[in-house]
């Protein structure tokens, strides 16, 4: 998803296997809603942007949010998040 000023809100798939999702973000708000029972990883690089995650279901570990059944999981989501001014939210 590559956005410039914009609001966006993103539904990922509930039972899609493996995920790649990479999100270039401008001025934008960007909200990526993580379904129940998927497992997430993320990364992100940012300017002056707020990054927001869910650190129930993300905790985060060395520099990277991370579910902790990520590697055994059966549907799951590789995020990475590169963004400039904006707020990012992953829930």
Avoid: C, H, W
């Avoid at 000023?5 to 993103?10: E, K, Q």
């Avoid at 999702?21 to 990883?41: D, H, M, N, T, W």
């Amino acid at each position: 998803l590559k956005t410039g000023a914009s609001s966006t809100n993103l539904k990922l798939p509930a039972k899609a296997g493996m995920t790649n999702l990479k999100i270039e973000a401008g001025a934008a708000s960007v909200v990526i809603e993580v379904p129940q029972g998927v497992a997430a990883r993320v990364n992100s690089t940012s300017g002056l942007a707020s990054i927001e995650v869910d650190q129930n279901r993300f905790p985060k570990q060395n520099g990277t949010y991370l579910a902790p059944d990520y590697e055994s999981a059966e549907n799951k989501v590789d995020i990475r998040i590169e963004a400039g001014v904006g707020s990012i939210e992953v829930r």
